[in-house]
């Protein structure tokens, strides 16, 4: 291992507002001058980003030092050894700091190969100023928010009902995860396939009819993140599935035509199932290039992230942070409500333990993307998603 000096590159997607990543490494810099820090902004589509890290790494490049990983690929890069095993450099109480579930998160084969940066969970946002003035409350199942949703609409106070993640990519195997899980369902159970199911031909048919109904416009099926929270902060949509990034853009006057006119909650859940439904669980580990000649100042970057003053500016920024003691920070709740919000939601994992779960996600993605872009009916998409998810978890997928 390295001195704690030199220069590393930081490979992360842009998170939170105003440049928070470079904010980041500005004070990590002043509290030890003897490591510089380059943040190189990483595309914000996870499985360009993954491509991009398994191309350079396995080439055997060191250009990277530390980069950001999506909490679903401990498996896939432990198994391709794309990231260095973190425990042998790290204090042994370094774990405490997480939530013990938030921590294993990061494991694969008993060693954990990434260290929490922040988490993430999926919320309703929806425009509490139009409830307000329908005297409609905020919905608990899908079939209230297809109803509020249709009724909004024909009051000409908004134009789309709903919007949310549904492109061909990462992105709708979260939504369908929740969605599925609202509905009793799920894609993989142990190691089998298990989506091709009564629970999910109910989800899918539910899916297809906000298109059909105009409840959700129908570009949806192109949206990424960024594409569905635009079309909310322009005040066209009443409700909107996202991360909890979005409460901060929805409420800031120079991104929002709706600041202060928005509400959050926990997501939906189906009639007849448990309420609220569940969140899908994202964020970002910190991880380190194997190939990296500046491995000491990488671990020192990652100590001081995962530390007090990172993790507080991450709170203060509507990021929510890893570490317990200011995840459960009282006064930063009260002025925060995504970080309230976590505290209550039930939470939901994509089935992400096999190091084939990238082929996996593309069996649920483009087999469900292909039934709501209407090129294949719902029992179709299912049974075809059945097969490749198989398939995949046998590893004969590409």
Do not use: C
């Amino acid at each position: 291992m390295g001195p704690a000096e030199g220069s590393i590159t930081w490979y992360a997607i842009n998170f939170g507002p105003d440049g928070l990543p470079q904010r980041l490494v500005d004070a990590f810099e002043r509290e030890h001058p003897d490591i510089s820090v380059t943040y190189q902004a990483a595309p914000n589509n996870t499985d360009t980003m993954r491509a991009t890290l398994t191309t350079e790494i396995s080439g055997g490049s060191g250009s990277i030092d530390v980069y950001s990983g999506d909490v679903v690929w401990p498996a896939q890069f432990g198994s391709a050894q794309l990231a260095m095993p973190l425990d042998a450099h790290l204090p042994d109480d370094f774990w405490d700091r997480f939530p013990e579930e938030r921590a294993d998160t990061a494991l694969h084969e008993g060693e954990h190969l990434g260290a929490p940066l922040y988490v993430d969970t999926g919320f309703l946002f929806y425009r509490a100023d139009l409830l307000e003035k329908h005297d409609l409350s905020v919905p608990e199942t899908w079939e209230e928010l297809a109803e509020t949703a249709t009724e909004l609409q024909r009051s000409g106070d908004v134009r789309y009902g709903y919007v949310a993640q549904w492109a061909n990519y990462e992105g709708l195997t979260v939504n369908w995860t929740e969605l599925s899980a609202a509905a009793g369902g799920r894609s993989v159970d142990g190691d089998a396939a298990a989506i091709d199911s009564p629970e999910n031909r109910r989800v899918l048919d539910f899916m297809r009819g906000l298109l059909n109904d105009g409840v959700a416009p129908a570009a949806m099926t192109s949206f990424q993140e960024q594409q569905s929270l635009q079309t909310f902060v322009e005040g066209d949509a009443a409700f909107h599935r996202n991360w909890s990034y979005a409460w901060g853009e929805a409420n800031n006057p120079e991104a929002s035509r709706i600041a202060g006119k928005v509400g959050m909650s926990p997501m939906p859940a189906f009639e007849g199932e448990d309420r609220p439904g569940p969140s899908g669980t994202g964020g970002w580990n910190l991880m380190i290039n194997p190939h990296s000649d500046a491995i000491g100042a990488g671990l020192a970057f990652i100590e001081w992230m995962t530390g007090p003053t990172a993790q507080r500016m991450l709170a203060e920024n509507s990021v929510l942070p890893a570490v317990s003691e200011v995840l459960d920070d009282r006064e930063l709740q009260r002025d925060n409500p995504p970080l309230a919000a976590a505290a209550r939601v039930p939470l939901v994992s994509r089935p992400s333990e096999s190091p084939r779960y990238a082929q996996v996600s593309n069996g649920i993605f483009t087999n469900i993307n292909g039934s709501l872009a209407g090129s294949v009916p719902p029992r179709d998409a299912l049974r075809a998603a059945q097969h490749d998810i198989g398939k995949a978890l046998k590893g004969r997928a590409l």
